[in-house]
């Protein structure tokens, strides 16, 4: 539903303002002239009464919440009313953000349908930035972003880490294996408290007088110890052993900070979304919203709209597939994919075209797992009507360059699919700058909740595309004979949807912000450089898959053992990798092999662990496996 649809809807709750509810938004604006912190004691003054007066207590802050207190009044609200003069509404948007400061997600745009206007709808002149106290906005002179205590902080980096080895690795370099010794976190001196101890990474704030530790070239490198301290299941043992998560490509870890949310959420704000005259509702209308809003800016999509919350990736591809793809691909038609790909974003088309008739053409890669672009582009032709394309593989870790893949699509007027679950994790993302019409990713591989995903998709994308599931949320009018749909997203988000998680998912994607994702994949990068080679040296390991640009995933192979036989001995050193086909059969039988044992990095991993890993590696080789 279009925000002016929205508008109309609510404009049926417009009634006169009593004087006892004029006295209160009186009392409100005075006591809002200066904004009470996350740090802050409640406020006393009670909420203004619901009816035409917007709520202003829908976005209660976790702070508040946490001591048992009242929410607070958010800072402003311009209403109009005989005989008061206030200043005109504000349109909703993001507070401003000092330089070097963190911008926080703007409050959510689809509002209430049958309530009065509530803090954070669009359109009723509220303006609310809801900041957890884990997500404060700091700023701090000479545009340094502060990112907890031991945590360097310097120009946003422009190129890896550190110097390629003789192994191929992600972004080009030089002969060498590189010297990484001056990536070790820097010694703790003082043990957190309070809230550090929760949120140790993303509260803490060095002390300005302190110098900043210098480090080799001009890239920054963040202590990881203190990201570590924010993801409560590392200090997990296994057999004895301290957890080492080298699974991430199948899941990631999650931060207590999107723990803390989920339960916020549950204890706080739990309502279906969108269609009631309550409190709740309302909370959760903002939440779920702002998840959207942060997902936009995440990825770099020009609106809110364009973001289709689903159950993961698979959904995604199986929802453009058998809506799209049902009404656009008949007989003849063609879809070209490449043989990297895991298989949901093979067995959906697979589906489609035994429906339609359509065929399916498979570009090919080179022994080292690089995407042959000659080849790639030979199967394009006037029958092209869908390309879909990993952007990482989840088997070898290829990057591969969706800019061209996108570009050659568009160029025989074939729409482009991009699976980005692989890569959303690890490197920046901008659809916008892509291209692509439509883009997926999971939740859960990028530190958020399982069951949450997204759709992006381009507005002529979108338009294109039917609904793919009916029921309720996504009609805007039903008889016995017909049904009206509503638009973007409503239209592909029939029924109650996964809210929490959604709103989970938008916790995440703010911790990854707040890292920064160009320092996470300048620092994985450097992971996968000090591994690679160092691996590769093991008597009897083979790597599979070493192409041009990796991204954090090493496969491989050891002579003499089954991969999942390594997998369980390397468990019994509390070491967590994944061994099998990894869902990508085509890939791995292309490279000679049916299963690979696959080590995945995440930002909160450490070369520690990698060294940890290798020994346990080289103990089986050598005949030694710990199986205790």
């Known amino acids: ?242 957890l080492i998560w080298f699974d991430n490509a199948a899941t990631t870890q999650k931060p207590q900070a999107v723990i803390d949310r989920l339960a916020y959420f549950y204890a706080h704000e739990n309502s279906n979304i969108h269609r009631a005259a309550h409190e709740l509702a309302a909370r959760a209308t903002d939440a779920y919203e702002e998840a959207r809003d942060t997902v936009r800016r995440f990825i770099g999509a020009p609106k809110d709209e364009q973001i289709i919350f689903v159950r993961g990736t698979t959904e995604a591809i199986n929802l453009v597939a058998q809506s799209w793809g049902a009404k656009h691909l008949g007989p003849g038609d063609e879809i070209v994919i490449t043989i990297l790909e895991h298989h949901a974003n093979i067995v959906p088309w697979q589906m489609i075209s035994q429906k339609t008739g359509a065929i399916i053409k498979v570009a090919p890669v080179d022994d080292a797992g690089n995407l042959l672009l000659g080849e790639f582009e030979d199967l394009l032709g006037p029958r092209t009507k869908l390309v879909a394309a990993t952007q990482v593989s989840n088997a070898l870790g290829t990057v591969t360059p969706v800019d061209k893949i996108v570009e050659l699509g568009h160029r025989y007027g074939a729409r482009v699919l991009i699976d980005g679950a692989q890569s ?69 988000e029939a029924g109650t949807g996964n809210i929490a998680d959604a709103v989970g998912l938008g916790e995440a994607l703010r911790y990854v912000e707040k890292v920064g994702i160009d320092r996470i994949a300048a620092y994985e990068h450097a992971l996968l450089e000090y591994a690679t080679p160092r691996l590769a040296d093991i008597d009897g390991v083979r790597l599979v898959g070493t192409a041009d640009e990796k991204a954090s995933v090493l496969s491989f192979v050891l002579a003499g053992h089954q991969p999942l036989e390594v997998g369980k001995a390397l468990n019994a050193e509390g070491i967590a990798v994944r061994a099998g086909h990894h869902c990508a059969q085509p890939i791995l039988r292309r490279m000679g092999v049916e299963t690979t044992v696959r080590p995945s990095f995440a930002f909160y991993n450490t070369f520690d662990e990698i060294d940890v890993f290798l020994n346990a590696v080289r103990r089986i080789a050598e005949g030694g496996t710990n199986t205790g």
């Open 1 to 242: 539903m279009s925000t002016s649809e929205y508008r109309s809807v609510a404009a049926e709750g417009d009634l006169p303002i009593s004087e006892a509810e004029l006295a209160a938004l009186a009392t409100q604006l005075l006591a809002a002239s200066i904004r009470p912190g996350n740090d802050s004691p409640p406020q006393t003054v009670p909420p203004a009464p619901r009816g035409s007066v917007p709520d202003t207590t829908s976005a209660a802050s976790y702070a508040a919440a946490a001591a048992g207190a009242e929410p607070f009044a958010p800072p402003a609200v311009f209403l109009e009313a005989p005989g008061v003069t206030l200043p005109p509404p504000s349109s909703p948007g993001p507070e401003p953000i000092p330089p070097g400061a963190v911008p926080v997600a703007p409050r959510g745009s689809a509002p209430d349908l049958t309530t009065a206007p509530s803090a954070g709808h669009a359109g009723v002149g509220v303006v609310d930035v809801f900041t957890p106290p884990h997500l404060e906005v700091f700023a701090v002179p000479g545009g340094i972003v502060p990112t907890g205590p031991g945590v360097l902080a310097g120009p946003t980096p422009s190129a890896p880490v550190a110097p390629r080895g003789s192994v191929p690795g992600w972004l080009g370099g030089v002969p060498g294996i590189p010297d990484l010794s001056f990536l070790s976190a820097p010694e703790l001196t003082s043990a957190p408290t309070g809230d550090e101890a929760n949120y140790y990474f993303t509260s803490g704030v060095p002390a300005l007088s302190a110098p900043v530790p210098q480090i080799r070239d001009d890239h920054e490198i963040f202590d990881v110890n203190a990201i570590r301290a924010d993801f409560p299941i590392l200090r997990e043992t296994v057999h004895g052993k301290p």
């Open 424 to 492: 959303t994790p690890h490197i920046p993302i901008d659809v916008s700058a892509t291209g692509a019409d439509f883009f997926v990713f999971s939740g859960h591989k990028i530190i958020g909740p399982t069951g949450i995903g997204v759709l992006y998709g381009t507005e002529e994308a979108l338009a294109e595309t039917p609904p793919w599931q009916g029921g309720g949320n996504m009609i805007a009018d039903v008889t016995i004979e017909r049904s009206l749909y509503q638009g973007l997203p409503n239209k592909f």
